[in-house]
């Protein structure tokens, strides 16, 4: 029996884990259940699964030690920056961590990796993305190769003009082509932010420098990712857009169970792909800058990165100004190479006033 301890319970992916637990109930079971802010939704799940502990996030100790005590998987599922907390104390008490949550590895990479390696924690990407790099690496973080190929889909304005992108609403931000996801994911899916997250991601799961990792576009999100090996190879995972695959074989592998409706290729017919415009997206590019300088760079981009989708989901901002707060946000915060979880909860905090500053002249 694999005893799970899921943080972010409520919300879309954690949702889906527990699908996995109601279909494989004599393997999985919740020891710890833990969500943001959604408490009927915790109830609801308590009292069907019956775990150890139920908490909403603002209820939890200050040591984690009780969440993930006698846990097999740290299922770390909540967003934003606020997930980091919890990977960072699942490392250190060296579990193994099926990672959702982007933030942990693209603010906290750095941090991450080092208590991952020094405790013997195990880090399992649940992104689609890098699952599917995970399987054509054969489940090896350690296989030589020579360039990852993250696939993006483009989100709903890839083909967009900057004149039609400057009107854009929340609600035409929303309406993602393959994917159904949670609102601040999709926002940064429709800006390319998510894809600079992922490549930093795969920096930081598969210890590739910049120069071995390229997104190219794909808009069928039929083709998750794909790695490009010596010989010329290259392998690719295949199939539907549905976060179920990643979200089980991250806590089944590297044994495969029935999950999803297997891919019929006739009926796929052709697949596309394109290089990934980044001049219309300037997200992308930030992001990366962002992560090839490190440090504090990255969580401070976030930071302003969470706090402007907050203010253009409201209506208060246009989609342009997105990526321009996050510039002016990065512009003017003081960065440091310091990546220990002080340093970057106050890059955070900084980061975050500054950006209500510039979008809320607060
Ligand atoms: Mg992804």
Request: charged share 25%.
């Amino acid at each position: 029996m694999c005893n799970i301890a899921l943080i972010g319970c409520t919300g879309n992916i954690g949702m889906q884990v527990a699908e996995v637990v109601r279909r494989y109930p004599e393997r999985f079971r919740f020891s710890a259940l833990v969500c943001g802010r959604d408490g009927a939704g915790l109830r609801a799940l308590a009292e069907e699964f019956h775990p150890r502990i139920a908490l909403c996030a603002s209820d939890l100790p200050e040591g984690l030690h009780e969440v993930f005590g006698d846990c097999d998987v740290a299922f770390i599922a909540a967003g934003g920056f606020a997930g980091l907390r919890y990977t960072v104390a699942a490392a250190e008490m060296g579990k193994k961590i099926a990672l959702a949550n982007k933030e942990s590895l693209v603010c906290g990479g750095a941090l991450v990796t080092e208590l991952a390696r020094k405790h013997g924690a195990e880090i399992v990407p649940v992104d689609s993305e890098h699952s599917a790099l995970f399987q054509a690496l054969s489940f090896r973080r350690d296989a030589p190769f020579e360039k990852l190929i993250l696939t993006a889909s483009g989100g709903p304005f890839l083909r967009y003009s900057e004149e039609e992108l400057s009107r854009v609403r929340a609600a035409d931000a929303l309406r993602h082509p393959t994917w159904h996801m949670g609102a601040k994911i999709t926002v940064d899916s429709a800006t390319l932010l998510n894809k600079g997250y992922e490549v930093i991601e795969a920096k930081w799961l598969y210890g590739a420098p910049f120069t071995k990792i390229e997104a190219v576009v794909h808009p069928e999100s039929i083709v998750h990712s794909a790695v490009l090996f010596s010989d010329g190879a290259v392998l690719a995972q295949l199939g539907y857009p549905d976060m179920r695959l990643p979200i089980q074989l991250a806590l089944t592998y590297p044994e495969r169970l029935p999950c999803t409706q297997p891919l019929d290729l006739v009926a796929l017919g052709s697949l596309r792909f394109e290089r990934l415009p980044e001049e219309k997206f300037p997200c992308f590019t930030l992001a990366l800058e962002a992560g090839k300088r490190g440090g504090t760079a990255p969580t401070v981009l976030n930071g302003a990165a969470e706090e402007a989708v907050r203010a253009f989901l409201a209506g208060g901002i246009s989609f342009p100004k997105i990526a321009e707060t996050i510039r002016e946000t990065l512009r003017r915060v003081p960065m440091s190479g310091d990546t220990c979880y002080g340093s970057l909860a106050e890059a955070d905090s900084t980061a975050r006033r500054t950006a209500r500053q510039l979008l809320y002249g607060e």
